[in-house]
């Protein structure tokens, strides 16, 4: 039996593991992760990303990348937004079911963009071990035991040797059948199964002419025999995904869907009976919407789909999980350097449960989906895409000023700094080079701030506590004043504190001693041994 040790383990190797392993690799944390499949994705499954998660990926530096992965300007495809027709050869008159409000230069430095996860997880693997961590495919893991002081995990490699691993702290990013999950015995609650359906990637030279270079991102055929079937083109043509449902109601199961079935269908929704088809592979799934009761359960954490299960709608599917990712491996860090105290790890779930919970009650007042929702989100407003995906509130013991009065989105020019939102973008120049204020916002705890004195406070506070803290000043080291001073939400001699995340941690005013309000904020917001 091989025994290793890490401070932390990461179960699952999908986008979600393999960011939390980079994450935590740039705040210098060794990892190890565990994969059962034996290697990256086969399928470009999860193809849309979304602009926050790619600002995150622009942070860790190789947000070019994963844009070199991108089928043209897919961004084109986003604007057209999910749409219906009889079949693909009546695309002339397809009618909208829903168009996305987008992102844009004015609220994000980044742009949505189309990649399968079977190009971009090569990426993610790749920079993962460049991180440090220890990539481990083609092995299981079988169980699980969590004391005090860490866990102890075993499984079992490709040759079937046992491995005993003890870690500080594991993350569940084992998909929605988590094992983690099951393990801890952690239920779940919300809408549950809404369609069954079956992933059928195949290879049609002429369905690019039959849809006449239409660009949306979702297409539902009517006419497709026995079923409602669906194409994606984010996935782009080389395969093709179409997602046909099916009724395990009415007895059917996938195997009812040979592949000849499948041809079937597919010419059936294109309106040509003899369209040229070749099946490449048929995957089962369910369309789910369910959020687990918590995020964490001692030093185990979840997150991803292990944590939330969502349909394709919206994209909140990996996106989500990925930001969970970010947001639990900078406090992870914090933590095993003893510069934050345990209680820092709570704020995990109190902030990404909720954001969860939002996004499963979106899913049912958006009109794709408003049908499926058996009255779970009736009354509920429904937030545009730059809202959910820029604009979303944490609320925490690690947020200073989020009251109960606030909503739990808005778009994110509309929040003006408020503590608990994304540090907001606008185009600046710092020490004369010109960048979006995110990427003033990578790694460490920021200070930003309109008079030279808080500078000398953050530096005071910050070997006070022993935290990084990285100062910058209006008119001094970053211009232009009045507008930073609007989007942050000051009057003169204001400064905000900005998580290692990007998210605001607390907003105020100079007084007569900076000194004490930035160590009170600081020593809160991280859950410093002071605090």
């Known amino acids: 039996m091989t025994k290793s040790t890490t401070p932390v383990l990461i179960v699952g190797g999908g986008p979600v593991g393999l960011s939390t392993a980079l994450f935590l690799g740039r705040h210098g944390v060794r990892t190890m992760l565990l994969e059962k499949r034996d290697g990256t994705s086969m399928l470009p499954r999860a193809p849309g990303l979304q602009a926050r998660t790619m600002e995150l990926f622009r942070a860790a530096g190789f947000h070019q990348t994963v844009r070199a992965l991108e089928m043209g300007d897919s961004h084109a495809y986003f604007e057209g937004g999910i749409i219906q027709t009889t079949t693909f050869a009546e695309i002339d008159d397809a009618v909208t079911l829903e168009s996305p409000s987008l992102d844009g230069p004015r609220v994000s430095p980044e742009r949505v963009m189309g990649g399968g996860q079977d190009r971009y997880e090569q990426v993610l693997v790749a920079k993962a071990r460049e991180f440090g961590c220890d990539v481990r495919f083609a092995t299981k893991l079988t169980s699980i035991e969590q004391d005090e002081d860490g866990v102890t995990a075993q499984a079992i490699d490709a040759d079937g040797n046992p491995l005993t691993i003890r870690a500080r702290y594991l993350v569940g990013a084992d998909g929605g059948n988590s094992f983690t999950r099951r393990k801890l015995g952690v239920r779940r609650y919300g809408r549950g199964t809404v369609f069954d359906a079956l992933s059928i990637y195949f290879r049609a030279p002429q369905l690019q002419a039959v849809l006449k270079d239409r660009k949306f991102i979702l297409c539902y055929a009517t006419k497709a025999r026995g079923t409602l079937m669906s194409l994606s083109r984010l996935h782009g043509c080389d395969p093709w995904l179409a ?197 003033m916002f990578k790694r460490h705890w920021v200070l930003l701030a309109d008079d030279d004195r808080w500078a000398a406070a953050a530096s005071k506070a910050s070997a006070a506590l022993g935290i990084d803290v990285e100062s910058m000043v209006l008119g001094t080291d970053v211009q232009p004043a009045d507008a930073l001073r609007k989007a942050f939400g000051w009057g003169h001699h204001g400064a905000s504190l900005v998580r290692p995340d990007g998210y605001v941690a607390w907003r105020g005013d100079l007084s007569s001693d900076p000194v004490a309000l930035v160590v009170n904020a600081l020593s809160k917001a991280a859950f410093h041994s002071k605090y």
Request: contains cysteine.
């Open 243 to 439: 997602t046909p449902l099916y009724y395990p109601d009415r007895g059917e199961t996938p195997e009812d869907f040979p592949d000849e079935r499948c041809v079937d269908i597919i010419r059936t929704a294109a309106g040509v009976d003899d369209l040229d088809v070749e099946i490449v592979w048929k995957v089962p799934w369910q369309g789910a919407q369910l959020v687990a009761e918590t995020f964490r359960v001692g030093r185990v954490f979840l997150a991803g789909d292990a944590a939330h299960l969502h349909p394709p709608a919206g994209g909140f599917g990996a996106n989500t999980g990925i930001h969970d990712a970010h947001n639990l491996a900078w406090k992870l860090a914090a933590v095993l350097a003893g510069t934050s105290t345990p209680r820092l790890l709570d704020t995990y779930d109190a902030e990404r449960r909720p954001v969860a919970w939002t996004r499963h009650q979106q899913i049912f007042v958006r009109p794709d989906y408003r049908a499926e929702g058996d009255g779970i989100a009736a009354g509920e407003p429904v937030y545009d895409d730059a809202a959910m995906e820029l604009g979303q509130l944490y609320r925490s013991a690690g947020i200073l000023g989020a009251g109960d009065d606030l909503p739990v989105a808005a778009r994110p020019e509309a929040w003006a700094g408020q503590p608990g939102t994304r540090a907001p973008h606008i185009w600046v120049d710092l020490h004369g080079k010109r960048m979006s204020t995110l990427d």
